[in-house]
């Protein structure tokens, strides 16, 4: 995973309680990766307390790093992702999204392909309710959302996750249950397909110049 370079990137950010949805997101850059020219760039964001006493520290102590305004901004495409709570994204996610007023004002992410990805300990716990509900502030953010189209085999095959509208994943009641094969599958392909489109999207503003 890339390090701050020049080098044209797409934005995978996700929150992980347990671990499931940070694997598919290592899996989603593995995806970005396979695309010529374009790096992945995994980042997080903290968790937040109804206690005003409780901070996060500046850097966490483990997995990647928290998401600063710049990588958003220049992102040239993004990949959200967080577990399913209630038929909607973790509340942690949704602070910092609600945070991206600046983003949004300045048309920071207005025309970069973006899409969303969950992780549920049920198999029918709202997994696509949430990929539908983060869809919403990408749109506000005027993003081109892209899902996973049924060209891909393991949308058809899957036992455990996987949707048109993003990858999910199926953690188990212990969330304790790895990606499968066909998990993993769309994770790298949904990956890749958010990276292709920013690379052709970046190759026809060249083209314009």
Known sequence: MSTYTDQPYVLVLYYSTTGATLDMALQIA???????????RVRTVPSISTTIEATAPAVPESGAIYCTEEDLKNCSG??????TRFGNMASAMKYFIDGTGGEWATGALV????????????L??????????????????G???AGIPYSED???????GGSPYGASHFAGSEDNLPLSSEEIDLCRAQGKRIATLAAILLDSQLDSK
């Open 111 to 122: 025309g970069k392909p973006a899409g969303v990805f969950t992780s549920a300990s049920s």
């Open 143 to 145: 993003m081109l959302i």
């Open 30 to 40: 593995r995806g970005v990766e396979q695309v010529e020219g374009i790096e992945a």
């Open 154 to 160: 393991a949308l058809m095959t899957t036992t455990t």
């Open 78 to 83: 993004l990949v959200l992702g967080s577990a």
């Open 124 to 141: 029918h716990g709202g997994q696509e309710a949430t990929l539908l509900s983060m869809m919403i502030p990408l749109l506000h953010h």
